[in-house]
């Protein structure tokens, strides 16, 4: 099971009835926050999670609303008893964040290790994969990959003439060779069963890359500052999305479920422009504080 | 007249139903910040009086409660149409925080001047002096005083035989020699004047030299961390207060209304402890969010 918590839905600057957009992930008691607007250890004190086993800080980008709330997490996770090194990942410039952090919070009683624009990271059983995207600085997007483990298929298994006594390696995926005769786990594992899938891509315009990189996600929270439609080219400016935009994507990718999300201060009520994603993709919510849902295998 | 707005009360760390402890002080029309913790700028937008004229931000210490408010604060003022140079002053050490700011916040329409401990700040024609305070690392105390204007008498000018065609001269303070006979103002104004002062004292043991410092305030903002008489050593080993040690300096230093600030995130209820301060110093109260007082010559 993965468990997504949307921590917040505002973007731009904080306000006091909207946390500020970012997610905790958690897999197999391991945590990974996406970004970290001011305040967010409020918005994670609210959720109730803990803060002791985040293991990443993904940032998706260094604008204030995305990385002011680092210093005081990082002070904050002091008090967690935490002594395992903790990684901060973001895309290019990463070496000012870790530059300003030594300066305001130079005293941690765990690691910090810092990793610039990977293409991907190994996580538990779970891959994180990243995009770069089109904003007014290097941004990326996060994905989060489960592969589901195909099942054993006795028929198969028996109509391919393997011998049991090489089943249980050839279903750990090894390759059993007796004498000429080569087995492979192909020969006794049914069918690819679909995995889970996480994406999230926010501070953006809607690139073509991003459809194939969030390709069947199980939950594509995707940023969508402005609701309506008029605020197309204001959109196009500031390298944002509109609602409209954001559900394209979803629909081109695929994906189960869009929640919208970094709404801007001035977008008081977002509730009044879904149907502009409505239209275009049916399966959408509006972010919300601590929204939370939970990814598992459907059977 | 003088507005003193406590934003919030909360120390440590930011919890959602308190402020960090900071302080908004405005005064014809121009305005001064004590601390930014995180979040500050939800605090003050709340408030309602606008970012644009904070000339100085002042920082007692570099304490993440108290600090990391400030990168988004500066940013957000950047919304402002603020051009004005905006002062940040605090003590030894501001250098690390002006590094940090140049990392985190590299583009602002305004310039940012930093003053590290000064004695005093020349403010319109308010004072505002510091206190180096016991705190775990360098920490200043601020007030702010404005000297009231002595009446012109006019009985004590006659008795004192200055014509009148000097009054004016002299009631502004400058003092007139005519042949032999020096006329000074002393000879036309009347008895001294109370003043305003307001005093803020954070993050500090109560050293001897506070009462003096805060003498004779109007308001005296003093941080409460401990509400029992019991946390009396971990006040000690922590260089906090409790409420009864805060009562004490307001005792000692003469004040007309003391206001306790900066409670311990596990000082849920510290009306319960209210009694501590009330019987060393009657006229006390709690600080909450948004809290203001509009101090005023009595006539």
Redesign the interface.
């Known amino acids: 099971m993965l468990d997504v918590a949307l921590l917040g839905c505002g973007g731009s600057?904080?306000?006091?009835h909207r946390f500020l957009s970012a997610v905790l992930i958690r897999y197999k008691g391991k945590m990974c926050l996406i970004d970290t607007g001011?305040?967010v250890?409020?918005a994670l004190?609210?959720l109730g999670w803990g803060l002791k086993n985040i293991d990443y800080i993904l940032l998706t980008h260094?604008h204030?609303d995305h990385?002011?709330?680092l210093?005081?997490l990082l002070?904050?996770i002091s008090?967690s008893e935490r002594t395992e090194p903790l990684t901060i990942v973001g895309p290019k410039g990463l070496d000012?964040?870790s530059?300003?952090i030594k300066?305001?919070?130079p005293y941690l009683p765990y690691e910090l290790v810092y990793l610039e624009h990977p293409d991907n990271i190994q996580f538990l059983d779970m891959e994180i994969n990243t995009l770069p995207l089109q904003h007014t600085i290097p941004c990326l997007g996060y994905s989060f990959t489960i592969k589901r483990q195909r099942r054993f298929d006795v028929n198969k298994a028996i109509n391919n003439n393997v011998p049991k006594e090489h089943w249980s390696k050839l279903q750990k995926g090894n390759t059993v060779i007796v004498g000429d005769v080569t087995y492979t786990p192909e020969m006794v594992l049914g069918e690819e069963r679909r995995g889970l899938k996480f994406s999230y891509i926010t501070d953006t315009r809607p690139i073509p890359e991003i459809p194939s990189f969030i390709q069947t996600s199980n939950l594509f929270v995707c940023e969508g500052m402005y609701g309506s439609d008029d605020d197309k080219e204001k959109a196009e400016n500031n390298y944002h999305m509109t609602f409209r935009e954001a559900a394209t994507l979803a629909k081109l990718g695929n994906v189960d479920e869009l929640i919208l999300t970094h709404f801007s201060p001035k977008l008081e009520k977002p509730e009044n422009y879904l149907l502009n994603a409505q239209e275009v993709f049916p399966n959408k919510n509006l972010g919300r504080n601590l929204l939370v849902r939970s990814l598992k295998f459907p059977d």
Chains 1, 2 share one sequence.
């Open positions: 600057i904080p306000v006091s001011e305040y250890q409020v004190k609210e260094y204030g990385l002011f709330g210093p005081g002070q904050t008090n000012k964040v530059n300003a300066l305001l919070v």
